[in-house]
């Protein structure tokens, strides 16, 4: 197994009690070569977006986009996976839930969401790719609502419900994901929205019906930005100013309630959100000051994940009263690795979504229920590293691990001043200060060496590095993968953000969900570790960085 470390580029303190590290891991047998112990995934093949995720009858369910026909997308044989589950930790598959059959579809059942009417009663909306390549939104219910498994969709006879023709003029091959409906309490009508762009601007499309099956588009886009391309797997959610507590979707109007829109950029992969307000009369969307720059400077506006997270997608869990976040998370390795493997995709770990008490973005933890894979806790006692030096941390050597560690930093006075052209490119700054880097001054870079092989030839660093700012101590947080593999042919990229963690009054607290697992390479067996995953949060949340590593050859990290 990989080894652990904990690095210091220069003095700091470790603490147990109000700054410690906690190891809780979990050996089992593996029956499939290559797969990840932590996360959610089909058995074998391609998976990419999340699709309609909710809580039925007891049960959690998850509907995935899969290719069942193989390791790599295809453009015409995508169908919605189906699991159950109990927990969101232990996944049952079930047979597919939608393929492609109709005119309307037969090239693909792409994405959509599932939206609970009144007396429980689930539907899904999807989008379907057509014998012309257009796309389309379509319908489908439960054969027998009863079931609480939900084995059987049928679709339903009026598809497509909404499709681009010539009177409105919506782009037919940029017409996709609708969101979760909601309803408008003052006029009943349900309301739905479907991303699209028109040139270089990025558009939600607002549609309205009264029965579910007959929609009408509304005259005005909910929200838009030019320079900003496809808007692909938008999500619309409320979110209490003051609480943690989730709030179903048709909740949208009240004292105490903001709002969230999330939109998936095809042209840059990265999913950015909007905190701000939904006019309930003219149907719009009307974002905070500052999150308005979209149109300005991407770079400005708020992401979930700032590593590999895309195509995101939440849910309201009724029975726990919290919004659950899933993600998908591509491979790092190439297409003809991902085929030898046998699969291609994982969903990220889900995690609780609330509103910081700030109003100035969202806070995020793994959920609760991933705790029940701890045991065997390895403990690390209060420990003060010296500049340049490195700490082992033994008796962290089983198949997955799931590490909390927080720092206390000393002589914040010797912290590199920030130069403000910086912020605007983190990842290139956490490559310059990464922990090869030499003459790299300041306070750090400081943080964990995960999986390192004893060699030290591969290892995957995450780290903290504190700035001066003008007003203030400026965190930067980052996750190199630079030096995860020795096959080059993997994206081996670092990935980083500044979180907004006040150094001088909190624990910069880093919590890491690790998974190892058998590989077989070529011709011979060896046995090799793998960090197909790195989750960072920061203690007060600020931001989440993954570092999805899927290795063609043997990979030990250091981090």
Known sequence: MGTYWLLAMFSFFLFYGVAHIEAFHQTHSLNQTYKPSFHFQPHKNWMNDPNGPMRYKGLYHMFYQHNPKGAIWSNNSIVWGHSISKDLVNWLSLQHALIPSESYDINGCWSGSSTLLPNDKPKILYTGIDINQHQTQNLAIPKNVSDPLLREWIKSP??????????????????????????????????????????????????????????????????SAKNTGMWECPDFFPVLINGSIGLDISINNGYGIRHVVKVSLIDVSHDYYFIGTYDTIKDVFVPDKGFDKINNELSLVLRYDYGKFYASKTFYDGEKKRRVLWGWINESSIQEDDVKKGWSGIQAIPRTL??????????????????????????????????????????????????????????????????????????????????????????????????????????????????????????????????????????????????????????????????????????????????????????????????????????????
């Open 158 to 223: 009026n598809n497509p419900l909404m499709e681009p023709n010539n009177v409105n003029k919506i782009n037919a091959t940029s017409f996709r994901d609708p969101t979760t409906a909601w309803i408008g309490h003052h006029d009943g009508f349900w309301r739905v929205l479907i991303g699209s762009q028109k040139k270089d601007k990025g558009i939600l499309i607002l549609f309205k019906s009264k029965d579910f099956f007959n929609w009408i588009q509304d005259k005005n886009p909910f929200y």
């Open 354 to 559: 609330w509103l910081h008490k700030s109003g100035k973005q969202l806070i995020q933890w793994p959920i609760v229920e991933i705790e029940k894979l701890r045991s065997n806790h390895v403990n690390l006692h209060s420990k003060v590293l010296k500049g340049g030096k490195m700490l082992e941390i033994f008796g962290v050597t089983a198949a997955q691990a799931d590490v909390e560690i927080s720092f206390e930093v000393k002589e914040l006075e010797k912290a590199q001043v920030l130069d403000p052209s910086w912020k605007l490119d983190p990842q290139h700054l956490c490559k310059e200060n990464g922990s090869k880097v030499k003459g790299v001054v300041g306070l750090g870079p400081f943080g964990l060496l995960v999986l390192a092989s004893k060699d030290m030839k591969e290892y995957t660093t995450i780290f903290f590095k504190v700035f001066r700012g003008n007003k203030k101590h400026v965190v930067l947080m980052c996750c190199d993968t630079r030096r995860s593999s020795l096959n080059h042919n993997n994206d081996l990229a670092n990935y980083g953000a500044f979180v907004d963690v006040d150094p001088i009054n909190e624990e910069l607290s880093i919590r890491s969900l690790i998974t190892l697992w058998w590989r077989v390479l070529g011709h011979k067996e060896k046995h090799a570790s793998q960090q197909e995953f790195i989750q960072l949060w920061q203690s007060m949340i600020k931001h989440t960085f993954m570092c999805s590593i899927m290795e063609q050859l043997m990979l030990k990290s250091r981090s």
